[in-house]
Each structure stands twice: as C-alpha cells, then as structure tokens.
C-alpha cells in the first residue's frame, strides 16, 4: 500500500506563487510515474503535470504550461505553482500511476487525500 500526502496549498492573490509537496515512502517515485491532478468546483477531475520515474521526462496541460514546474527530490514530488490565477483554484491530488501505463486517471493506483489552492482576483 502506498500513502501519498500532500501539503502547501492555500490561499493566494491572483499573480502569486505556491509550492505544493508530495510525500511518500521511500522509494515509490522511482516505481511510478507520479504527477498532479486537479479538480475545480463543479468541475471534473483534470491532469495538471507528470514527472517520468527516472525524473527525466516531464509532461504539463496547456493550461499551466510555462507557469508550473514539476520535480521531485528523493521521496518528495513538488508543483511549483507561479502566476496563478483563479482558474486554478482547485483541490489538488498527487497520484501515483504503473510506468507501463499511460498516465491518466483511470489509470491511477495511488492517490492523496489532497490539498486546497484558492487564487484569490
């Protein structure tokens, strides 16, 4: 059973920063691609960004391409989160996905409990 938690959401104004973390025990990024999913009030569950197992390939949505960053350190993941905007006001999930498969939702086998960040205008 793997555990994943994450921490560091709140409450920001619109242009702001926030870094996300994702914790687990050791060794799971290695055997997962791990990232971040979204989901936004009323709205469905979307992928925000991937990080490969070997930490060498990255992947983003277009919708914050250029603005978050994505990496990971021995057993943490982060989302760096800059010029956030209140479109990305959401509840946000690190997942833990088989590297054989594709990373979507379904796909998932691990996720965290999740972690609020409002973007206030």
């Known amino acids: 059973q793997v555990q994943l938690q994450e921490s560091g959401g709140g409450l920001v104004q619109a242009g702001g920063s926030l870094r996300l973390s994702c914790a687990a025990h050791e060794g799971t990024f290695s055997r997962y691609t791990m990232g971040w999913f979204r989901r936004a009030p009323g709205k469905e569950r979307e992928f925000v960004a991937l990080?490969?197992?070997?930490?060498?390939s990255t992947y983003y949505a277009d919708s914050v391409k250029g603005r978050f960053t994505i990496s990971k350190r021995n057993d943490e993941m982060y989302l760096q989160m800059n010029s956030l905007n209140p479109e990305d006001t959401a509840v946000y999930y690190c997942a833990a996905a088989p590297i054989a498969e594709p990373y979507r939702a379904q796909n998932v086998h691990y996720w965290g409990k999740g972690t609020l960040v409002t973007v206030s205008s």
């Open positions: 990080i490969s197992w070997s930490g060498e």
